[in-house]
């Protein structure tokens, strides 16, 4: 996104905030949450492997006002019904939009008192397209709420606090790629992700370097990942890492990051198959985040491309997601000329196709990839869509 679409959307929030809410402008705080992308370490962030993740030029921003009484009311220019609770929020069942901004609320007041709310208008560049626009907005509402009860919060805190939104309050039982992705993001730098010790290490290309952009392919199919296969795989992960540790006698292991490499090549072969697969999508996938990370660092991005097509294949055989449309995105794009290499965002359950490209032949080729793509599915026509973009900083305020 540019300057120019920005400021329009900070025009409308102003706009929403002033009429509906007769907040004064000069009263307005701003958040700026981007979405982030993960070129490689799909799937392991919840069983404790290392991930590759950057921060783009897409947001959520967040327009708001501190309220003296203890209360949130939000509305969005991506949803017409606007909503209002009381704080402190309980730990329930909340439906519809705003339950990431109740989830910030019940995250944030585990740790520290809120005295106060605040009044907000919000809008996201492409909610639930798989480019983790729930840890961006959920990120937005707790630094909001932060701000609003005076309240200073370390990056390592909000890391934690927006696990909790998802893990506890939300229910999905996804690892920390994308919220240490979102608050760590620096411009121009892959961040190499431990998130067992949650230890984020920038990692530069060098000065000299083949020019490129990244290629987002939407395939006009939106979804929420409590309502996929998702934390079905997730548990298949931890099963593979406890029936592991049982065979090598070795003791309970929880996650499969803390399997040493050579548990599994000794008794992989002794799995179930479902659990054998999900274990060596893992062991396989972190390998191929090593050895990203050095070719990253190189500046060799036809081979780190290849990973990337490596990782997608892995994760439709090895980790079997990846629903009908999204497997032909990516097949539109894996032998293109131009196109280093692409792979899944979102869990594969819907969302995008992430690619990195030459960057002098992007347009031609979202445009050509997303005319085949819609002579496949015509009813997704006017939802699907492909956008150009580049890295960017991570949250802050504006």
């Not at 992705?181 to 370097?209: C, F, M, W």
């Not at 309970?252 to 008794?267: H, I, K, S």
């Amino acid at each position: 996104m540019n300057q120019e679409e920005l400021q329009s959307i900070r025009e409308r929030l102003t706009q929403q905030l002033v009429e509906q809410e007769r907040v004064s402008p000069g009263r307005i705080r701003w958040i700026l949450s981007p979405y982030r992308i993960c070129p490689l370490g799909a799937h392991v962030d919840h069983q404790g492997g290392a991930v590759l993740g950057m921060t783009i030029e897409l947001y959520t921003l967040l327009a708001f006002a501190p309220l003296d009484a203890p209360e949130i009311r939000l509305h969005s220019l991506n949803y017409d019904r606007p909503a209002r609770s009381a704080l402190p929020v309980r730990r329930q069942p909340v439906e519809g939009w705003w339950r990431y901004a109740a989830g910030a609320a019940y995250a944030l007041q585990q740790k520290r008192a809120l005295r106060r709310g605040l009044v907000g208008a919000v809008w996201g560049a492409l909610p639930g397209g798989g480019l983790s626009s729930s840890a961006s907005v959920g990120l937005a509402y707790l630094l909001a709420l932060a701000d609003s009860n005076d309240i200073e919060l370390e990056s390592r805190e909000l890391v934690e606090l927006d696990r909790i939104l998802e893990n506890e309050f939300l229910g999905l039982k996804n690892g920390i790629l994308d919220q240490t992705s979102i608050v760590y993001g620096r411009e121009r730098k892959l961040l190499h992700i431990d998130t067992r010790q949650v230890r984020v290490t920038p990692i530069a290309l060098p000065e000299k370097h083949p020019p490129f952009k990244f290629l987002i392919l939407y395939s006009g199919i939106s979804r929420e990942l409590t309502g996929t296969g998702f934390n079905q795989r997730v548990q298949e992960c931890h099963e593979a890492a406890q029936r592991l540790g049982e065979l090598s006698g070795s003791g309970a292991y929880a996650r499969l990051g803390e399997v040493p490499r050579a548990v599994f090549d000794q008794y992989a072969v002794r799995l179930p198959e479902p659990l054998r697969k999900r274990a060596t999508h893992f062991f396989t996938e972190t390998e191929r985040v090593e050895k990203g990370r050095a070719l990253w660092q190189a500046g060799d991005l036809q081979a780190f491309g290849r990973l990337m097509n490596a990782s997608c294949r892995s994760s439709i055989e090895q980790y079997e997601s990846g629903s009908e449309p999204i497997r032909v995105l990516w097949q539109l794009l894996a032998d293109r000329d131009g196109v280093y290499g692409s792979r899944f965002s979102g869990g594969g359950f819907g969302g995008c196709v992430i690619a990195l490209v030459q960057a002098d032949q992007a347009e031609a080729i979202g445009r050509s990839v997303l005319e085949r793509y819609l002579q496949r599915f015509p009813e997704l026509k006017g939802k699907a869509r492909f956008i150009i973009t580049e890295t960017d900083d991570g949250l802050r305020r504006l």
